[in-house]
C-alpha cells in the first residue's frame, strides 16, 4: 500500500511541474503585452510651416468726432420765443433754428431810423447855410477890391462861410453815425433769428421756450457727419517706423478699417487725413485723424470704435499657428514631428502676430511639421502618432485687407 501510494505522488508531480514552468512564461507574455499597450504612441495634430506674404495689421482704439461740430449760441441778449428744427434732425446751413424775442430790437431798429432822418434833415439846412454863406463871398470879393465895402465885411462873410462848411461835415458825420447805428440795429434785430452755421446733425436743445438767453448760452451743436473724424493715439514709435518704410510723405496716407462696437465691420473705407503736430509727453503718443463716409448718418459724434490698418506686408514670412507656440520665461519654442514622427522640442523666435497665427523669424524651415494639438502630451525624442489639425469652429481667420 505504500508503494501504490508513492507511485501516485509521483504521476501528481509528473503533472505539476510543466504548470509551474508555464506559469512564468504566461506572467511574461502578459507583462509584455502590458507594456505593449502602454507604449502606443500619443496621437497629436500637427500642421506644416507655411510660407507666405503676410500683411501685418495694428489696431488701435479711436473717437468718433463730427468733421464740424458748430456751437450754436445766440448773438443778442433776449428771450427765446421759438424753437423751430426738431431736435436729432438734419438741417442745412442757414436753416432757421430758434428765434428770439424781436420787439426789442425792432424798437431799437425805428429809433435808429429817427436819427437818421433827423441827421439827414440837419445836413440839407447846413448845405443851404453854407450856399448863402458862398453867395456872400462871392458877392463881397470884387466890391472889396474896389473898396465899396469895408474889408471887414469880407473877412466876415468868409469866417461864416468856413463855419457852415464846417457844419456840413459835421452833418456827413452824423449821418454816417446813424447809418452805422442803423446797420447795427438792423444787424440785432437779424440777430433774433438763430440760424444753423453748417449743414449737419442738429442736437437736442439746451434752451427753453421763454428762457432769457445771452451771448454765452448754448442753445444746441450742429455736427457735420459725412465724412466723419476719428481720432486715434498712435505710439511714438510705431510713428517712426511706419515713417521709416514710407519716406515719401505724399504716400504715407493709410487705408482704414473700423470695427464697431457691436462687432461688426463698417462697409466703408477710411483714410488717414492728418497727423498732430506734437507728440504727446504725458503719454508719448501721435494724434492721428482719419475720415470715414458716412452715408445715412449711422456714425455720431462720440462713438468709441477699434481702427485697424495694414502697416506693412512681411514676405515669404514662415507662419505657424499661435497654439503651437509654447512659452517659457520669456523663451519659445515649438514641438517639431520628424519623418519617423519622433518629437523634437525646438526654440524658436517669433515675430508679429496676425490673426490667429504667428510669424516665425528662426527655428523652423518651409514644410516642417509642428504639434498644434496634443502639445502637452509630447517631450523630445517621443514617437507619436501625426494626424492633420482640425480646423474648429473657433479659429478666428486673421482680418481680410480693405478692398482696394
Known amino acids: 500500500m505504500f508503494h501504490l501510494l508513492s507511485l501516485r505522488l509521483e504521476r501528481l508531480r509528473v503533472l505539476v511541474a510543466p504548470l509551474l514552468v508555464l506559469t512564468p512564461v504566461m506572467a511574461l507574455i502578459g507583462c509584455q503585452k502590458s507594456q505593449q499597450s502602454t507604449s502606443t504612441p500619443p496621437d497629436v495634430e500637427v500642421v506644416e510651416v507655411v510660407q507666405k506674404d503676410v500683411p501685418i495689421w495694428k489696431e488701435w482704439i479711436g473717437t468718433l468726432d463730427g468733421l464740424w461740430n458748430a456751437q450754436i449760441r445766440p448773438q443778442v441778449t433776449g428771450y427765446l420765443l421759438r424753437q423751430i428744427y426738431k431736435d436729432g434732425a438734419f438741417v442745412k446751413k442757414d436753416q432757421l433754428l430758434f428765434e428770439i424775442d424781436p420787439r426789442t430790437f425792432q424798437a431799437a431798429v425805428d429809433q435808429a431810423k429817427g436819427q437818421l432822418?433827423?441827421?439827414?434833415?440837419?445836413?440839407?439846412?447846413?448845405?443851404?447855410?453854407?450856399?448863402?454863406?458862398?453867395?456872400?463871398?462871392n458877392r463881397y470879393t470884387p466890391l472889396a477890391?474896389?473898396?465899396?465895402?469895408?474889408?471887414?465885411?469880407?473877412?466876415?462873410a468868409i469866417q461864416v462861410n468856413e463855419a457852415a462848411k464846417a457844419q456840413v461835415?459835421?452833418?456827413?458825420?452824423?449821418?454816417?453815425?446813424a447809418r452805422a447805428a442803423l446797420a447795427s440795429a438792423n444787424l440785432n434785430l437779424g440777430f433774433t433769428k438763430?440760424?444753423?452755421?453748417?449743414?449737419?446733425?442738429?442736437?437736442?436743445?439746451?434752451?427753453?421756450?421763454?428762457?432769457?438767453?445771452?451771448?454765452?448760452?448754448?442753445?444746441?451743436?450742429?455736427?457735420t457727419v459725412d465724412p466723419i473724424k476719428i481720432y486715434f493715439p498712435v505710439s511714438e514709435r510705431e510713428y517712426l517706423d511706419y515713417v521709416k518704410e514710407h519716406p515719401d510723405e505724399e504716400k504715407r496716407h493709410l487705408r482704414l478699417q473700423l470695427l464697431l462696437a457691436n462687432g461688426t465691420v463698417y462697409p466703408h473705407e477710411g483714410q488717414t487725413s492728418l497727423v498732430d503736430r506734437q507728440v504727446d509727453v504725458k503719454t508719448g503718443t501721435l494724434r492721428v485723424q482719419g475720415l470715414f463716409p458716412n452715408p445715412g448718418n449711422v456714425l455720431r459724434p462720440g462713438q468709441y470704435a477699434r481702427v485697424r490698418t495694414i502697416v506693412a506686408t512681411r514676405k515669404?514670412?514662415?507662419?505657424?499657428?499661435?497654439?503651437?507656440?509654447s512659452e517659457l520665461q520669456g523663451n519659445y519654442q515649438v514641438a517639431?514631428?520628424?519623418?519617423?514622427?519622433?518629437?523634437?522640442?525646438?526654440?524658436?523666435?517669433?515675430?508679429?502676430?496676425?490673426?490667429?497665427?504667428w510669424i516665425i523669424e528662426q527655428g523652423l524651415?518651409?514644410?516642417?511639421?509642428?504639434?498644434?494639438?496634443?502639445?502637452?502630451?509630447?517631450?523630445?525624442g517621443l514617437t507619436v502618432n501625426p494626424k492633420p489639425l482640425t480646423t474648429t469652429a473657433e479659429a478666428q481667420p486673421a482680418p481680410a485687407a480693405p478692398t482696394r
Open 169 to 177: 461835415e459835421a452833418a456827413k458825420a452824423q449821418i454816417d453815425a
Open 365 to 380: 524651415k518651409p514644410g516642417e511639421r509642428v504639434v498644434a494639438e496634443g502639445v502637452q502630451k509630447v517631450r523630445g
Open 117 to 137: 432822418a433827423n441827421a439827414e434833415g440837419q445836413l440839407a439846412q447846413y448845405k443851404a447855410n453854407q450856399i448863402k454863406a458862398q453867395n456872400d463871398v
Open 316 to 325: 515669404g514670412a514662415l507662419v505657424v499657428p499661435q497654439k503651437a507656440v
Open 194 to 223: 438763430v440760424l444753423s452755421l453748417v449743414d449737419g446733425i442738429a442736437g437736442i436743445a439746451q434752451g427753453q421756450i421763454g428762457d432769457l438767453v445771452t451771448q454765452s448760452t448754448l442753445l444746441t451743436t450742429v455736427s
Open 336 to 357: 517639431v514631428v520628424g519623418s519617423d514622427n519622433k518629437v523634437q522640442i525646438r526654440p524658436v523666435k517669433v515675430g508679429e502676430r496676425v490673426g490667429t497665427d
Open 145 to 156: 477890391k474896389e473898396q465899396a465895402i469895408p474889408q471887414q465885411d469880407l473877412d466876415t
